[in-house]
């Protein structure tokens, strides 16, 4: 059974130009085309597709979506590989989320000291127009004040 990218984007849940691009950097193969010239999918694109939007969802890039991709052709070789690229990954996923939760203790703070004056007395404007980068900046504002 084939079906149109327009279906395949519904069973996917993916959009029809993203599915393209997909196709344009390889991650997903080139579709037989109809007489017109109209692509045309089976369940195996499908179920590849899935894959490589489930591997973007969890932060996956596409270099690594298409190493897995290879290794998955692969069923009886070792997983080490893929182990070790999910640890790795892990382990990016635990510093956003440390740098992540530093940012959102800088902006309750700055919102908590604010006064609900006027803007040109805004906290949160003060903090963002600091351009110093650092995590302390609040603390530099606060102490000038």
Do not use: W
């Not at 950097?25 to 489930?54: C, E, K, T, W």
């Not at 040109?120 to 003060?126: L, M, N, Q, S």
């Not at 110093?132 to 504002?141: V, W």
């Amino acid at each position: 059974m084939d079906f149109s990218i327009g279906e395949l984007a519904r069973r996917t849940k993916v959009k029809v130009p993203t599915i393209r691009y997909y196709e344009q950097i390889g991650l997903m193969p080139p579709p037989p085309r109809s007489q017109g010239q109209q692509r045309r999918y089976d369940d195996s694109h499908a179920s590849r597709l899935n894959f490589v939007r489930h591997a973007r969802e969890l932060g996956f890039e596409v270099d690594d979506i298409r190493e897995l991709l290879a290794m998955s052709a692969k069923p009886n070789q070792s997983c080490a590989e893929i182990d070790d690229m999910a640890r790795r990954h892990i382990a990016e996923i635990d510093r956003r989320i440390a740098h992540l939760t530093t940012l959102r203790a800088e902006l309750r703070r700055t919102v908590d000291e604010c006064g609900r004056g006027r803007v040109c007395e805004c906290r949160v404007i003060e903090a963002l127009g600091d351009n110093s980068h650092e995590h302390g900046r609040l603390d530099k504002a606060r102490s000038r004040r």
